[in-house]
């Protein structure tokens, strides 16, 4: 994964948000399921 490459999505109020990586590096954990709730500072991956 690169600086900038999107992740994943994020609904809110059934509107979808890209989320992009703020790091480079290899996913090691994934920390969420689809349809899991999240908060603002969650971490959503792990990278190595």
Do not use: P, Q, R
């Not at 290899?26 to 959503?44: A, M, P, Q, R």
């Amino acid at each position: 994964m690169k600086v900038g490459e999107i992740i994943g999505y994020i609904e809110s109020m059934k509107t979808y948000n890209a989320i992009a990586a703020e790091e480079s590096g290899k996913v090691t954990e994934i920390c969420f399921s689809n349809g899991d709730l999240v908060e603002e500072d969650d971490i959503l991956v792990k990278l190595n």
